[in-house]
């Protein structure tokens, strides 16, 4: 079955202590990213790759990382999380750049 | 740059009622435009998509048509079921710069549909 999994579903953190969500895709796509869910403003492009090896930031990108050292993964970083980035989070994948994308179930993340 | 504004809601609507939720955007050239719905738990689904103007896409009884001269794709439905509760985004999909690939949702539109 085609899908984006994510994993954890559910995480709750301290302020400071590093994690890593992560993503992975079995549809060969090309393009991914990472969005945030936030009450009241849809959903934001933290990061997204148009290849391996290839990243850029979107438009929430401060006090994030990410990496994509294979075609199917695509793993989100938080260094040193903290209460701000308390939200739900979703990984997508799509053929190319102009197509629709697919959605991970998302992660909701609670940083105490 | 690019912005998606969607109506407000919640909407709440008795079965078999009519549906529409208004979305218009901003944005330069030749965007694709998207509607995902979100049910209770989970990630985001595509409902329908239309990449040009004048496009009508189509799922599932709904329905939205891309009017470039409006800036609009508004999404409706001629009868909802208790089963269409859910969180309804629109979205577009700008191919060109710094924009590639990149989804610019609205802020999302609940909708609550009673027996």
């Known amino acids: 079955e085609a899908q984006v999994t994510q994993n954890p579903r559910y995480l709750i953190t301290v302020t400071g202590k590093k994690l890593t969500v992560t993503c992975s895709q079995n549809?060969?796509?090309?393009?991914m990213s990472w969005y945030r869910q936030d009450p009241g403003l849809g959903l934001r492009q933290i990061y997204y790759?148009?290849?391996?090896?290839?990243?850029d930031k979107g438009d929430v990108p401060e006090g994030y990382k990410v990496s994509r050292k294979e075609k199917r993964n695509f793993p989100l970083i938080l260094e040193s999380p903290s209460p701000n980035q308390t939200s739900l989070y979703f990984c997508?994948?799509?053929?190319?750049?102009?197509?629709?994308?697919?959605f991970g179930q998302g992660t909701r993340l609670t940083v105490v | 740059g690019d912005s998606v504004t969607q109506m407000e809601g919640p909407v709440t609507l008795s079965e078999e009622a009519f549906l529409t939720i208004n979305c218009t955007y901003t944005?330069?050239?030749?965007?694709?435009l998207f509607w995902y719905v979100q049910y209770p738990g989970e990630g985001l689904q595509l409902l329908l998509k239309?990449?040009?103007?004048?496009d009508k896409g189509s799922n599932k009884g709904f329905e939205a048509t891309y009017r470039k001269e409006t800036t609009s794709f508004h999404l409706e439905k001629g009868s909802v079921q208790v089963s269409d509760s859910a969180v309804y985004f629109c979205?577009?999909?700008?191919?060109?710069?710094?924009?590639?690939?990149?989804?610019?949702f609205g802020q999302g539109t609940i909708l609550t549909v009673h027996p």
């Open positions: 790759s148009m290849n391996v090896e290839v990243t």
């Open positions: 239309a990449t040009k103007a004048d």
């Open positions: 997508a994948s799509s053929p190319s750049g102009r197509s629709e994308a697919f």
């Open positions: 944005a330069t050239g030749y965007p694709s």
């Open positions: 549809m060969n796509h090309e393009y």
């Open positions: 979205a577009l999909s700008n191919a060109g710069g710094t924009s590639y690939g990149k989804l610019t």
